[in-house]
């Protein structure tokens, strides 16, 4: 008789295990996709150097007309940041970078034109440095460079350089 409950018991539990769903182990899948991010920026610009010549201490020169072009030569709107060296690649004058005046052997760089923006040239890329915005590919913004020299020049110096760096970005 315990062999016949036995046998009813293990043929009971297979008929609901047969019938009762479950899930031994977890399972997973994936699916693999692939792009090319499509889009660049290509900044330029034209007239890549200009000759001041001589300017007296306390005094300014600048460009006119438009006479340089930046130009969105890539795929996306760019948006354009502009800094320069923080000394003339000789080291006698320094750049300030937010007075009209300089001071004693400084010399500041005032841009005007990009995006009817007028700032003056920091010596780092930053948020507040942007120029020109949005622009588009295949277009251009004219713009004019003014160098003023600073109040008091303390010696005869020589012919300085300095660089103005542009640098694009999405928009």
């Known amino acids: 008789m315990e062999i016949r409950k036995i046998i009813a018991l293990l043929i009971t539990t297979l008929i609901l295990a047969a019938f009762t769903p479950y899930v031994l182990a977890a399972s997973e899948d994936y699916l693999i996709i692939t792009f090319d991010p499509q889009g660049d920026i290509d900044i ?99 713009f004019d460079i003014r160098l003023t020299i600073g109040t008091n020049i303390s010696a005869n110096h020589s012919w300085q350089t300095t660089t103005i760096y542009f640098k694009g970005y999405q928009a």
């Open 44 to 142: 330029d610009v034209n007239n890549l150097t200009y000759n001041f010549s001589g300017i007296l201490a306390n005094s300014y020169k600048e460009t006119s007309g438009g006479w340089f072009l930046l130009w969105n030569n890539g795929t996306v709107a760019m948006n354009t940041e502009i800094k320069s060296n923080a000394t003339t690649d000789e080291g006698d004058m320094r750049l300030n970078t937010s007075a009209s005046a300089p001071g004693t052997d400084e010399y500041s760089i005032l841009i005007s034109g990009l995006n009817t923006l007028t700032q003056y040239v920091n010596t780092s890329y930053s948020l507040y440095g942007n120029y020109s915005t949005n622009l588009l590919p295949d277009d251009n913004d004219a």
